[in-house]
Structures are given as C-alpha cells and as structure tokens.
C-alpha cells in the first residue's frame, strides 16, 4: 500500500531533550515536506526537500533540522525542544516532476514538549 | 508577500444544503499552483483539487466545484447538497512557481449538521 508513514504518532518530552520524528514514504517520491498544524495558523512549512541532500526552508525553519540521506526518509530533528513547538507535525511527499502534483501526507505526530 | 486568506473560520450548515468555502490568495507571481485540501476528524489531510495560474476554467466533481478568478484572486469551493461526512477543516494552498514552497491558509471548519 502506498503510504507515508510517521513515528512516533504521540510523543510528550521535556524542554532540552532532543528529539527525532520520523517520517518515510514507498512512493519513490522525490519531493518531501513537514508542516506544524496549531490551532488558528493552519499548516505552516517547517522544511522541504526536493531530493536526496537536497533540503530547504520553509516558514518556519527555527529550532528544526533535518537530513535527506535516502530517498524515502526524511527525519524532523528537534535539538532542544521548546513549549513553543509543541504541535501535530505532519510529513508530506509528492513526485518533483511538476510542482503541481499533490501532496500525500502521513498520519501526524502529536508532540507535547512540557 | 505570498499569502492564503481563509476568512471563515468555521460554518455550520444543516444537511442539503449548499456552501461556499472562500479562498483569496496574493501573489506576485504570474504562474503559481492552487490546492484544496480536505482534513476530517480523524486528522488525515486528503487532497481534493490543483490548479495553475493559466487554467481558470471552472471544475465540477460530484457534488464538489471550485471557481477559480484571477481577477478577484480567489478559489472558491463550493459543496453542493451537502453531507454530514462533509464536515471536515478544509485548507486552500499556494505554490507560487520557481519555488516548492507551499503556503496554506487557516483552515475553514465545516459543520454539517443532520
């Protein structure tokens, strides 16, 4: 089954403990993207990336990294976690051939950084 | 600036009814790319519809169309007829050309009451 997958789905820290999500597509998708969902501000885009060591900024970068070292991974690192970046994180990817293609999403991680 | 205004926050119709979702974009770009997107209770982001900034011709899928101006900027959906398994957050993206960088709106909640 075609999917993007994300772990883990929930997940509560605290403030400094460092932090990976996951995320990995079987689509052989070059394109792959994470947004941050908060309430009353939508989807913001945190990074994307449009191949492999190919990785950029979105909205809203600050206190996030990532690595695009194979194709169908593209982990979110949180170095030392914030209150403020407590949101439901999803993962997204899409063929890079022609930006209008749509974007299929993983389930969502819901992190709560105490 | 590039920007997706969702002015409606939530709206609740009874069922068989229809509603207008409204979606006004900015944009300096000539060419860019339009989304709705569709996310039911159960938090999974479903892609509904995309359209360039050189098609403006009106689209119908069931009971689903979607307006496109350029003259108003807007891309408005439109539910006809509508459903309690309508009731769904429903987000309107834009990706301005040269850049795969999306930029969604807040979000209008749909409540479709039976």
């Known amino acids: 089954e075609a999917q993007v997958t994300q772990n883990p789905r929930y997940l509560i820290t605290v403030t400094g403990k460092k932090l990976t999500v996951t995320c990995s597509q079987n689509?052989?998708?070059?394109?792959m993207s994470w947004y941050r969902q908060d309430p009353g501000l939508g989807l913001r885009q945190i990074y994307y990336?449009?191949?492999?060591?190919?990785?950029d900024k979105g909205d809203v970068p600050e206190g996030y990294k990532v690595s695009r070292k194979e194709k169908r991974n593209f982990p979110l690192i949180l170095e030392s976690p914030s209150p403020n970046q407590t949101s439901l994180y999803f993962c997204?990817?899409?063929?890079?051939?022609?930006?209008?293609?749509?974007?299929?999403f993983g389930p969502g991680t819901r992190l709560t950084v105490l | 600036a590039q920007k997706v205004t969702q002015a409606q926050t939530e709206i609740s119709v009874v069922e068989k009814e229809d509603v207008t979702l409204d979606c006004v974009y900015e944009?300096?770009?000539?060419?860019?790319?339009l989304f709705w997107y569709k996310q039911p209770p159960s938090g999974e982001l479903v892609f509904l519809i995309r359209?360039?900034?050189?098609?403006?011709q009106n689209e119908i899928s069931g009971r689903y169309s979607w307006n496109f101006q350029k003259s108003t900027s807007s891309f408005n959906f439109t539910i006809t007829a509508s459903q309690v398994v309508d009731s769904a957050v429903y987000f309107c993206?834009?990706?301005?050309?040269?850049?795969?960088?999306?930029?969604f709106g807040t979000g209008t909640r749909l409540k479709v009451l039976a």
């Open positions: 997204a990817s899409s063929l890079r051939s022609s930006p209008y293609n749509e974007q299929f």
């Open positions: 689509m052989n998708h070059e394109y």
């Open positions: 990336s449009m191949n492999v060591e190919v990785t």
């Open positions: 944009t300096r770009d000539t060419t860019y790319y």
């Open positions: 359209r360039n900034s050189f098609d403006e």
């Open positions: 993206a834009l990706m301005p050309s040269g850049t795969y960088k999306y930029i």
